[in-house]
C-alpha cells in the first residue's frame, strides 16, 4: 500500500531510478541534515534543479544530486504538508506549516506553486534564543528588551534576522524574570524553554484562528509581554497598539527598511480620518525600532547592521507631526547618548571593529554618499572601483 499523501504514482528519481515513499523522506530528511551540519539557514527545493540551501555565508549553494523533478517535489510536499493543510494548499496554491525531522530539527516550511510546478522553501528552526553577545546586537537591545511597557518594533526585509533579534529578547527575559509570555507566530520559529518566566507559544492555524484572535484571547490571559510574529492587518496593529497602552510590553515585526519607513507604515495601516489619532497613540506607547540588515563579515559569516531608535520627547513630538516626521533620521543619528545609531553609523563601527569590509558596508548602506564621507572623516581609505 502506498503511504499516505504520496498518491498511487511512484515519484521518479532522475539519479537513481523510481524511489518509494519511505526513501523519498528520507533523502529529503537527509538534505535537511546537511543543512543543519553546514549550519546553513534555508532548504530551497524547485524543480529542474538540484537542492539549495542557504549557507552561513548567504550564498545559495547546491547540493550535489541531480535536477530534481516535478513528479518527485510533489510527493515531497503532499508527504510533508500536514493533512489540515492540504486543503488550503491546493485552494490558495500556497501553504505555511512547521515541519520535524526526527534527529535533526524543526523547521519552518512554506510550499507554494510557480510556473505550475512545486516548490518548498524550509527554514531551520532553533531551541531557545541566543545571546545578545552571540549576535553582537548593541547594548541598547538589551535594554528596550526590559522596557515594563510599551511597544518595540524588529523590522527589515525577508531574511534579515528579525526573528533571531525578537529570540534574543525573549531569552534573556526568560532568564531574568518571574512573568508570563504569550507569544502569537504564524508558525512557531523558535521553541523556547521556561526558565524563569511561563511562555505560552500560539500558533496561527493550529492553536488559534488568527494574530487578531489570539491577540484579544491573550488580554485574558494575564501576560506581561506579547509577541506578535508580524504585524500585517488594520485590526492586528490597532490590537497591539491598546494592549502597549494598558501596561504590557509588546514586541513584534514589519517588513520595512529604516525607521522612518516604519513610522509611517504603523500609521498607513489606518484610514485619513483616524491617522491623527493614531500618530498619538504611536508617540506614547512606542519604546523603539531595531531596523536591521545582515552585512557579510570577512570571516564568510555575516553580522547585523542596525538602525535603532529610541523614543525620546523629540522623536515623540515628529512622530505626531506629519509634516515633521523625516527628521527622525537626523535626531537618531545625534542620538548616541540614549544608544541610537543610523545605519551608516552602526556600519562605520563594523568597519572599524574590522568585522565587515569597507566594500560590503557600502554597498550595504543606505545613503553611499553620506557614508563616503564619514569614511574619509575617519580617515578611512575607500576602494576604487576597477
Given at each position: 500500500?502506498?503511504?499516505?499523501?504520496?498518491?498511487?504514482?511512484?515519484?521518479?528519481?532522475?539519479?537513481n531510478?523510481?524511489?518509494?515513499?519511505?526513501?523519498?523522506?528520507?533523502?529529503?530528511?537527509?538534505?535537511?541534515?546537511e543543512?543543519?551540519?553546514?549550519?546553513?539557514?534555508?532548504?530551497?527545493?524547485k524543480?529542474?534543479?538540484?537542492?539549495?540551501?542557504?549557507?552561513?555565508?548567504g550564498?545559495?549553494?547546491?547540493?550535489e544530486?541531480?535536477?530534481?523533478?516535478?513528479?518527485?517535489?510533489?510527493?515531497?510536499?503532499?508527504?510533508?504538508?500536514?493533512p489540515?493543510?492540504?486543503?488550503?494548499?491546493?485552494?490558495?496554491?500556497?501553504?505555511?506549516?512547521?515541519?520535524?525531522?526526527?534527529?535533526?530539527?524543526?523547521?519552518?516550511?512554506?510550499?507554494?506553486?510557480?510556473?505550475g510546478?512545486?516548490?518548498?522553501?524550509l527554514?531551520k528552526?532553533?531551541?531557545?534564543?541566543?545571546?545578545?553577545d552571540?549576535?553582537?546586537?548593541p547594548?541598547?537591545?538589551?535594554?528596550?528588551?526590559?522596557?515594563?511597557?510599551?511597544?518595540?518594533?524588529?523590522?527589515?526585509?525577508?531574511?534579515?534576522?528579525?526573528?533571531?533579534?525578537?529570540?534574543?529578547m525573549?531569552?534573556?527575559?526568560?532568564?531574568?524574570?518571574?512573568?508570563?509570555?504569550?507569544?502569537?507566530?504564524?508558525?512557531?520559529?523558535?521553541?523556547?524553554?521556561?526558565?524563569?518566566?511561563?511562555?505560552?507559544?500560539?500558533e496561527?492555524?493550529?492553536?488559534?484562528?488568527?494574530?487578531?484572535?489570539a491577540?484579544?484571547?491573550?488580554?485574558?490571559?494575564?501576560?506581561?509581554?506579547?509577541?506578535?510574529?508580524?504585524?500585517?492587518?488594520?485590526?492586528?496593529?490597532?490590537a497591539?497598539?491598546?494592549?502597549?497602552?494598558?501596561?504590557?510590553?509588546?514586541?513584534?515585526?514589519?517588513?520595512?527598511v529604516?525607521?522612518?519607513e516604519?513610522?509611517?507604515?504603523?500609521?498607513?495601516?489606518?484610514?485619513?480620518?483616524?491617522?491623527?489619532?493614531?500618530?498619538?497613540?504611536?508617540?506614547?506607547?512606542?519604546?523603539?525600532?531595531?531596523?536591521?540588515?545582515?552585512?557579510?563579515?570577512?570571516?564568510?559569516?555575516?553580522?547585523p547592521?542596525?538602525e535603532?531608535?529610541?523614543?525620546?520627547?523629540?522623536?515623540?513630538?515628529?512622530?505626531?507631526?506629519?509634516?515633521?516626521?523625516?527628521?527622525?533620521?537626523?535626531?537618531?543619528?545625534?542620538?548616541?547618548?540614549?544608544?541610537?545609531?543610523?545605519?551608516?553609523?552602526?556600519?562605520?563601527?563594523?568597519?572599524?571593529?574590522?568585522?565587515?569590509?569597507?566594500?560590503?558596508?557600502?554597498e550595504?548602506?543606505?545613503?553611499r554618499?553620506?557614508?563616503?564621507?564619514?569614511?574619509?572623516?575617519?580617515?578611512?581609505?575607500?576602494?576604487?572601483?576597477?
Amino acid at each position: 500500500m502506498p503511504r499516505e499523501g504520496v498518491g498511487l504514482s511512484v515519484a521518479e528519481n532522475t539519479q537513481n531510478g523510481p524511489v518509494q515513499a519511505g526513501d523519498l523522506i528520507d533523502e529529503f530528511n537527509g538534505w535537511l541534515a546537511e543543512l543543519t551540519a553546514r549550519e546553513g539557514s534555508d532548504l530551497h527545493v524547485k524543480v529542474g534543479v538540484p537542492p539549495k540551501i542557504r549557507e552561513a555565508t548567504g550564498a545559495l549553494v547546491p547540493l550535489e544530486r541531480g535536477a530534481l523533478t516535478q513528479d518527485y517535489t510533489a510527493a515531497i510536499a503532499r508527504r510533508i504538508i500536514p493533512p489540515d493543510r492540504r486543503e488550503r494548499f491546493e485552494a490558495a496554491g500556497e501553504v505555511d506549516f512547521a515541519y520535524s525531522a526526527a534527529g535533526v530539527g524543526r523547521f519552518r516550511a512554506n510550499v507554494f506553486r510557480q510556473r505550475g510546478t512545486t516548490s518548498l522553501v524550509l527554514r531551520k528552526l532553533r531551541y531557545g534564543g541566543p545571546g545578545f553577545d552571540e549576535l553582537r546586537l548593541p547594548e541598547v537591545v538589551r535594554k528596550l528588551s526590559e522596557e515594563p511597557r510599551g511597544l518595540v518594533l524588529v523590522t527589515g526585509p525577508t531574511g534579515s534576522g528579525k526573528t533571531t533579534t525578537l529570540a534574543a529578547m525573549i531569552e534573556h527575559i526568560n532568564r531574568s524574570k518571574q512573568i508570563h509570555i504569550v507569544t502569537v507566530e504564524d508558525p512557531i520559529e523558535v521553541v523556547f524553554r521556561d526558565e524563569e518566566a511561563s511562555i505560552n507559544q500560539r500558533e496561527v492555524g493550529n492553536d488559534t484562528e488568527s494574530f487578531l484572535s489570539a491577540l484579544r484571547a491573550a488580554l485574558r490571559q494575564d501576560p506581561d509581554i506579547i509577541l506578535i510574529g508580524e504585524m500585517r492587518d488594520t485590526e492586528t496593529v490597532r490590537a497591539a497598539l491598546q494592549a502597549a497602552e494598558t501596561g504590557h510590553l509588546v514586541l513584534s515585526t514589519l517588513h520595512t527598511v529604516n525607521v522612518t519607513e516604519t513610522v509611517n507604515r504603523v500609521v498607513d495601516f489606518f484610514p485619513p480620518f483616524q491617522q491623527h489619532q493614531i500618530r498619538l497613540t504611536l508617540a506614547g506607547a512606542l519604546r523603539g525600532i531595531i531596523c536591521q540588515r545582515l552585512v557579510p563579515t570577512v570571516d564568510g559569516g555575516r553580522t547585523p547592521g542596525v538602525e535603532v531608535l529610541v523614543n525620546t520627547g523629540r522623536v515623540a513630538e515628529r512622530i505626531v507631526d506629519p509634516d515633521k516626521t523625516a527628521e527622525i533620521h537626523d535626531i537618531i543619528a545625534d542620538g548616541g547618548f540614549y544608544g541610537m545609531a543610523t545605519f551608516e553609523q552602526s556600519l562605520l563601527e563594523l568597519v572599524r571593529s574590522g568585522r565587515v569590509s569597507v566594500g560590503a558596508a557600502l554597498e550595504a548602506s543606505s545613503a553611499r554618499h553620506d557614508f563616503e564621507l564619514m569614511l574619509q572623516q575617519a580617515e578611512i581609505a575607500i576602494p576604487s572601483i576597477a
